[in-house]
């Protein structure tokens, strides 16, 4: 307690020896006019969406067309793609040890891939623009 007012005098001593500032008469206005003046200054970004409703609408479309295709049409092929790059190789690994019955049709898989490409696209898209804007700004 001794400590705070000793502290409390040397300061009231020091204010009184050096006195306190008075801002000049226009001061409020002379702050608040160069606030206006940055604020009018300063670009306001307008957010534009990566792709545009046509381009969305085409993806929509080709996915639809994808799709229907897959799950309509008769399969008469004896073989898939993935036979031949050879992954059928991978079926040998056995995981009915784990999870008994794992059935994913290949309209799943086909899916799944096509999912995972569009979101690697969209954040290789995203990453571009943001180091773009980064440069910018």
Partial sequence: MEENKEL???????????????PSIDFTDSVLSKIKLANEQESVMVAKPLFSKTTWFLILAAVVAVFSYVFMAKSTAES??????????????????????????????????????????????????????????
């Fill in 8 to 22: 409390d005098d040397f300061i009231r001593r020091s204010i009184k020896a050096t006195g306190l500032e008075n």
């Fill in 80 to 137: 898939t793609w993935l036979a031949a790059i050879e992954l059928n190789k991978l079926t040998s690994f056995n995981l009915s040890l784990y999870i008994p019955e794992l059935y994913s049709s290949s309209a799943f898989v086909y899916g799944s891939i096509a999912i995972t490409l569009f979101v690697w696209i969209q954040v290789f898209l995203l990453q571009q623009r943001l180091h773009k804007s980064d440069a910018l700004g």
